[in-house]
């Protein structure tokens, strides 16, 4: 079992930047890849980014490439999500996730935080 807390979310204008932490509980963080998601208003949830169990792999949507940038800390049971040049696009509440499998696949994450709000204002 993990559980996910997600924190850093706010309001910001565009062109500004924000850092996500998502902290797990239990032992096994490290044993799992993790993932970042986000919603918005009336859409799908949708993937933005993911990292490895060892940090050595990272992929990120299409949309958010050069501007997001996913990290983690192992021995601070930590996933960050660095955001710069935010858009007013990025509004949504964004989530971490944890999994087994190396995917972007929504449905393959068994864990999941709560949710923190990003607002970026025009």
């Known amino acids: 079992q993990v559980q996910l807390v997600e924190s850093g979310g706010g309001l910001v204008q565009a062109g500004g930047s924000l850092r996500l932490s998502c902290t797990a509980s239990g032992r096994t963080f490290s044993h799992y890849h993790m993932g970042w998601f986000r919603q918005a208003p009336g859409k799908e949830r949708e993937f933005v980014a993911f990292?490895?169990?060892?940090?050595?792999?990272?992929d990120y949507a299409d949309s958010v490439k050069g501007r997001f940038t996913i990290s983690r800390d192992n021995a601070k049971n930590t996933v960050y999500l660095q955001l710069t040049g935010l858009k007013p696009e990025d509004t949504a509440v964004y989530y971490c996730?944890?999994?087994?499998?190396?995917?972007?696949?929504?449905?393959?994450?068994?864990?999941w935080g709560q949710g923190t709000q990003v607002t970026v204002a025009s």
């Open positions: 996730a944890a999994t087994m499998s190396s995917t972007r696949t929504l449905s393959r994450y068994n864990y």
């Open positions: 990292i490895s169990w060892s940090g050595g792999i990272t």
